[in-house]
């Protein structure tokens, strides 16, 4: 697979770079569901740390290449999750306000 640019944007990623994202998404997900704590990130370090990674890059910048796709990745995809998480805390808060205010009322 050819992959082109079009003004500087990948039109058809390597093949690499999916395989990559697709890993870091499984052990992402996996480690979230599975986790009872509020330590999703260094459990999905640890995670990733012993996944079989694919590199993405030329021989010369592969290691960089990789840091910064893996870095972005996560901090997005981290970022999502604590989104998340934040709103289910605040409705699970407003619930408790309109229960207390119920009962006062009643």
Not at 11 to 25: F, G, R, Y
Not at 66 to 74: E, G, I, R
Request: a positive charge.
């Amino acid at each position: 697979m050819k992959t082109l640019k079009s003004k500087g944007y990948l039109i058809n990623p390597p093949e690499t770079l999916n395989s990559l994202l697709k890993t870091s998404e499984e052990h992402v997900v996996t480690t979230y569901n599975n986790a009872k704590t509020k330590k999703y990130l260094f459990l999905v370090m640890d995670s990733l740390s012993e996944a079989p990674i694919t590199t993405v890059g030329c021989e010369a910048h592969w290691y960089n290449l990789t840091k910064s796709v893996m870095k972005f990745y996560l901090i997005m995809r981290i970022h999502f999750l604590c989104n998340t998480w934040n709103k289910k805390v605040e409705e699970r808060k407003k619930k408790t306000r309109d229960f207390r205010k119920q009962a006062h009322l009643a």
